[in-house]
């Protein structure tokens, strides 16, 4: 049964991976148009010193956003300054050590940012890992839990105040948060044994389910917010590297061909913290620049209730919604 357990998870993605290959093999990645302006625009980017995250935190630059790389790796987060600031001489950008395994840093980077009295435009919940060897948070969540979605839900919760004060309702704030082809086969139910393909799939069907119900709570509430999921495809970043030896061999011979760059992935992202078309519109699963359908049970609004109120709880927050005045 253990060994069930783990193969099945193992397959099951795998078998997402070939689907999305396929895809990308017969369709072209999403190509941006000209985007307007953002001056005086704020925004966050979690794990924005690399990969998808990096080639974020240039585009939203380069359209006249301050932005601010939240990660934890120092050394990179400000060589990523640095290369940004060299290419473009006017560009706002900035790095603060944000550590997502651990709530008490989280806490501790949204302290330091709501003293500075920011507006926030933009939230862009990217920072992720992958099949990471067992392992728990400082608070003793499992990692594919802890740092791709418990985190950001904190995170998220604790900046959304400042994300309502910002937005104008023909002027919305935006958050954005990326997922993966991977959460359609994941699920909530506690596992016997731990399968990091499963744990990796089940955080990222946790940030499907918990935008679905941020939407929802924005919406009844009347907020100029909207929050939407990106779906990237399968990108070519340093996401893969705790894949087990045959597979990163595999992984380096079909990379080049069928993966995409890491500004293709990053491509839906931007454009769904920037683009006029996506004004007001929230609740969507995007990908490769269009609405598309997530999986059954991210539909499921009982459990995105009851996740909701259970990371509530994790979290140290309580579950009742703010409504505007």
């Not at 369709?27 to 990096?54: D, E, W």
């Not at 992984?251 to 500004?263: C, E, G, H, I, S």
């Not at 991210?298 to 995105?304: G, H, K, V």
């Amino acid at each position: 049964m253990a060994f069930l357990q783990g193969i099945l998870p193992f397959l099951k993605l795998y078998l997402i991976g070939v689907k999305v290959l396929l895809y990308q093999l017969f369709n072209s990645p999403f190509t941006l148009s000209v985007l307007p302006k953002q001056n005086g625009k704020v925004a966050i980017v979690t794990g924005g010193a690399k990969g998808m995250g990096y080639e974020t935190v240039r585009r939203l630059t380069s359209l006249g956003m301050h932005v601010i790389i939240a990660s934890n790796h120092d050394n990179e987060g400000l060589a990523a300054v640095k290369r940004i600031c060299e290419e473009r001489n006017d560009a706002q950008v900035e790095f603060e050590h944000l550590d997502l395994a651990s709530l008490k840093s989280v806490r501790q980077f949204v302290n330091r940012f709501q003293h500075r009295g920011l507006p926030l435009h933009v939230l862009v919940n990217n920072a992720a890992v992958m099949l990471v060897p067992e392992s728990t948070t400082e608070e003793g969540f499992e990692q594919h839990f802890g740092i791709n979605y418990l985190g950001h839900f904190l995170l998220t919760s604790l900046l959304l105040d400042t994300l309502k004060q910002s937005g104008q309702h023909d002027s919305c704030s935006r958050i954005v948060t990326i997922s993966s082809s991977a959460h359609h086969m994941g699920h909530l139910k506690r596992r016997q044994s731990y399968s990091p393909h499963a744990a990796y799939a089940h955080s990222k069907l946790a940030l499907v389910l918990f935008t679905y119900r941020l939407q929802h709570e924005l919406t009844a509430g009347g907020f100029p917010v909207t929050a939407n999921a990106v779906d990237p495809g399968m990108v070519d970043t340093a996401l893969y590297r705790h894949l087990c030896s045959p597979t990163q061999l595999a992984k380096r011979l079909v990379a080049r061909l069928l993966f995409w760059t890491p500004a293709q992935g990053a491509s839906t992202a931007i454009f769904a913290a920037a683009a006029p078309e996506l004004e007001g519109v929230g609740g969507c699963y995007l990908h490769n620049g269009r609405r598309a359908r997530s999986s059954g049970d991210s539909y499921d609004e009982a459990l995105q209730a009851d996740l909701w109120t259970q990371s509530c709880r994790l979290a140290g927050l309580l579950p009742e919604p703010r409504r505007a005045d």
